[in-house]
DNA sequence: GCAGATGTTCTGCTGTGCAGACGTTCTGTC
DNA sequence: GACAGAACGTCTGCACAGCAGAACATCTGC
């Protein structure tokens, strides 16, 4: 794996770590939650509406990432297998709660368990301890990126970098 | 950001916190290299063909998680921008290496500048040793799940999942 | 020499992000 | 109360990427 003799190798990059640990979770993931519609997003759909009670769709694409059209046939797949509702929020009647049905509490307890499998298997290089360390650093990684709309910062480097080279 | 009142909640979830980060790096990514054919990939196309001299461009794809299909208009674009050459090898005419031209070099060059920018951007949350704390263990993961098909020994956790639950 | 394997490319199929349009509903202003 | 503008959800079309399968050239083993 490890490649010799360069001072920086494919290995050393961060994105490509970012990307190689990524993918192998997402694949493990999807292979852990089976038939679950939408598959390792209709989990996330799923958990979210239990534990963070989001208040439209909207918020719920922002959350985690997913677009809202996307959303749309996602929530529409769930709901087709009575896991979630879609409810019209009293306060205003364009936006729908998504609330978890009684059947997806119990399926997203045992999803759940499969989950923390996959997640074991994706960081079963590191010791209990080093995995606490990582998950809390990325943790703080994302609470803080979270936060912050990176495009303009990013491309503010753009020009500090092009201002610097040029 | 943080959800209260729940034991476990979204920011808790590892999947959800590897995907806000990833996702945010696509994003820094992306915009700091510009109109680079290819976008981020088109950067690791290129760094791997300059740092690892892959042999094929099938080992370039299994290296980068890129599907092979998209390999090829990958680098059709990044040829059409005279980044990289595909050279027949000489040993298997066959198979393509993909090398870098001066051109590809000098960019190469360029870009590692701009995309240490964005790496720290998605890092800013973090302190200098916790960052070299977090791509250390982020490494070892990446080395790790990479010697490892995910897909088999996830089926298996199922498999465990299934029978200690029925 | 020949059957099977491998590397690359091409063609569909699917899933996902993105932009835009539309209908419904809310909000602020007159 | 009426109206303009904004927000929410849905739908359509486009682009990109992974995946499966086929086709072609080439290599390897018998």
Known sequence: MAIIGRVTALSDDFGWTLGVVFRAFVKATNAAVGDLPGGHRGYQVLSASVRDRP??????CRQLGVDRTVMTYLLDDLEAASLVVRKPAPTDRRTRLVVATDTGRDRLRELDLRLAHAEAH?????????????????????????????????????????????
Do not use: M, W, Y
């Open 55 to 60: 208040e439209s769709q909207s918020a719920l």
């Open 122 to 166: 994706v960081l079963s290089g590191l010791s209990e301890e080093d995995r606490a360390a990582f998950k809390g650093l990325l943790r703080r990684v994302a609470g803080h990126v979270n936060e912050l709309d990176p495009v303009p910062s990013a491309c503010q480097a753009v020009q500090d970098i092009a201002a610097s080279t040029s």
